[in-house]
């Protein structure tokens, strides 16, 4: 990761049954501890081009609100396969960041 206007990042997820699956991009806005947007790729999917994630934290009483948006989508069903893998990425995100206190 260069977290930083026009750096890179670039990351692998590992499913249990052995896929590999990597993401590239490029950070367009940093604007720490409420906005991120960068670029997203496939590495070897060439064909889903280049989409836009934007990442926006807001203060929300005791916690914080997320928007997360992801746009450009070649196709619908490119669209539908991202919202399922945000969806679970999100649904595991909760243990991380609940206040325990």
């Known amino acids: 990761l260069d ?3 026009g750096g890179r990042y670039r990351v692998e997820m590992r499913h249990s049954g052995g896929n590999i699956h990597v993401v590239t991009g ?3 806005e940093v604007a720490p501890p409420a906005r991120l947007v960068m670029t ?3 590495e070897g999917q060439e064909a889903l081009g ?4 934007t990442v926006e934290l807001t ?3 005791s916690g914080t609100r997320l928007v997360l948006v992801h746009e450009r989508f070649p196709s ?3 669209r539908a396969e991202h919202e399922k893998g945000w969806t679970g990425c999100l649904k595991q995100l909760g243990p991380f960041v609940t206040n325990t206190r």
């Open 50 to 53: 280049h989409t836009v994630v």
């Open 59 to 61: 203060p929300l009483g």
């Open 76 to 78: 619908e069903a490119a």
């Open 26 to 28: 490029v950070y367009r």
């Open 3 to 5: 977290a930083r206007v």
């Open 40 to 42: 997203w790729a496939w």
